[in-house]
């Protein structure tokens, strides 16, 4: 998914509608929004596909529809061809009101010509979806299955107006059969649902256009949270003091790796390490030291059996980063009693997360410190729900886990999201090559630097997911996505967190 010219905030589709009203409340008429939603949109067309000379237009009966009809105004005041299909039978005109119906009368006025959509083949280059809106409460149906599946199957490009239609804009999730977009330009407000879960595999190449609203009216409606980006990283990383030194900068505990585990404690340490922590201990298995040493010669490397042997290293610590390949067992279940009895700020993930959902392991430390960092297996077993439950609405899952868990949760995967239970912010970078082993060792170290470094819990977790991120989305950029590694972020993450 590409990314253009976003701005940082997020919000529902209801909201949307309430900045649609505060505008047209402050003095622009709604048929002018819609106006420049068609204009803004074919501009962005023409710029992606110069060369295209035929339109094909499917319009709904809603202002997603009303959209289509000034998008096939404009293409055919500039001579392009336009097949312009409308779902909803021979009385479709009959169905329009508001802005819709205006938009309709300016199209027939232009002489612009429409057919009943019947299953006919598209005689356009480019496919424009003005279907289905962000009203959308059910699954799509109608008309609307088999024309959607018959875009799909076409080998067009599709260029989707304000969002793929079929697709909820609150959830990200697909409601019935959903339009595959390879360009979404979305208006007035982000819709959340385009940036996380399903959303990204469905939208392509997002952009966004205001419509030129007023910042006031922003400042009139609440939104739903916050997209984090560059400007973030910039902002909360300044650049160092010039007498800064190794105790200055932080010390990461990483505790993990279990018999035959090791690597995943090992990869946490080297990412504390590459995000700026001045000192890192790894507190794990005596079989793992001699790796750890080889791979990590910065790293103080500690055998530990028992709880006992961790408590003088917690006591060292500015930061416990424990779960990478903890394992479940015995040992696992000693170090992180260990941690939780500690007042260290820690980074629960992995194993830590597993043990908290089987054993119950909250103790007194609920909410008072620490980091959550499950991917949605992890949060189905911590929600006691299941996997399908979790990617249904990950809005409602990650408010659902801080708000059982206390502190800060991340619930990771396409548009991570991180919320305090005050406010949400979700990371729109990524790419599918981080599906390998290991990705979220790493970023259980990027937060846990963070963290020692002096951010909050929530912002070193929001910007722990958006570096974690962009350093795999710079890696695919160079390499491809298929066959990344973990490791290969280190880099990426040293250069990201300098600012280059």
């Known amino acids: ?169 609150d959830t990200g999730m697909p409601l019935g059969q959903t339009v595959s977009a390879d360009m979404t330009v979305t208006f007035i407000g982000v819709k959340r649902g385009l940036l996380t879960g399903r959303g990204p595999e469905f939208t392509g190449e997002l952009l966004f256009d205001s419509l030129r609203v007023e910042e006031s009216v922003y400042e009139t409606v609440s ?104 394992g479940q067992g015995a040992w696992g279940e000693q170090m992180l009693m260990q941690a939780l009895q500690s007042a260290k700020p820690l980074v629960l993930d992995a194993d830590a997360l597993n043990l908290l959902s089987a054993k119950k392991l909250f103790g007194s430390r609920r909410g008072s410190g620490w980091i959550i960092t499950p991917h949605p297996g992890e949060a189905a077993r911590l929600l006691e729900t299941s996997v399908t439950d979790i990617q249904r609405d990950r809005f409602d899952s990650i408010n659902r886990l801080q708000s059982k868990f206390g502190g800060v949760a991340l619930l990771k995967g396409p548009g991570s999201l991180s919320c305090d239970g005050d406010v949400l912010h979700l990371c729109p970078a990524g790419n599918p090559g981080m599906a390998s082993g290991g990705m979220g060792d790493v970023l259980s170290g990027v937060i846990g630097a963070l963290l020692a470094q002096g951010l909050s819990g929530i912002d070193a977790t929001r910007l722990g997911a958006w570096l974690h991120a962009s350093a795999a989305d710079r890696s695919a950029e160079e390499n491809g996505a298929r066959g990344m590694q973990a490791t290969d972020l280190l880099a990426q993450l040293r250069l990201l967190v300098n600012g280059m």
């Open 1 to 169: 998914m590409t990314l253009s010219n976003l701005p940082t905030t997020l919000y529902t589709a209801e909201q949307t509608r309430a900045l649609d009203s505060a505008a047209i409340a402050g003095g622009v008429p709604g048929f002018k929004l819609m106006q420049r939603a068609g204009h803004g949109a074919f501009d962005r067309l023409r710029q992606r596909w110069p060369k295209v000379k035929k339109l094909t237009i499917l319009c709904g009966s809603g202002n997603n529809g009303g959209d289509g009809f000034v998008v096939a105004v404009l293409a055919r005041q500039q001579g392009l061809q336009v097949q312009l299909l409308c779902l909803g039978g021979e009385d479709f005109a009959d169905k329009l009101q508001g802005e819709a119906l205006q938009a309709w009368q300016w199209m027939h006025d232009e002489g612009v010509a429409w057919q009943s959509y019947a299953g006919q083949g598209f005689s356009g280059e480019l496919v424009v979806d003005a279907m289905l809106g962000t009203g959308l409460t059910g699954n799509v149906r109608g008309q609307y299955p088999s024309a959607i599946e018959q875009l799909n199957s076409s080998p067009l490009p599709v260029i989707a107006l304000d969002i793929p239609s079929g697709l909820c804009s």
């Open 223 to 326: 939104m739903a949270g916050f997209i984090t980006g560059a400007e973030d990283c910039k902002s909360l990383l300044p650049a160092r003091s010039r007498s800064a030194h190794k105790g200055s900068c932080g010390h990461v505990l990483v505790v993990g790796g279990d018999n035959g585990m090791g690597g995943a404690a090992i990869m946490a340490a080297q990412a504390a390490g590459r995000t700026g922590a001045g000192l890192v201990t790894v507190a794990t298995r005596a079989e793992h030291v001699p790796a750890l040493l080889t791979r990590y010669p910065e790293a103080m490397a500690k055998a530990v059996r028992s709880g006992a042997d961790l408590e003088p290293l917690i006591a060292r610590a500015d930061v416990i980063v424990i779960g990478p390949g903890l």
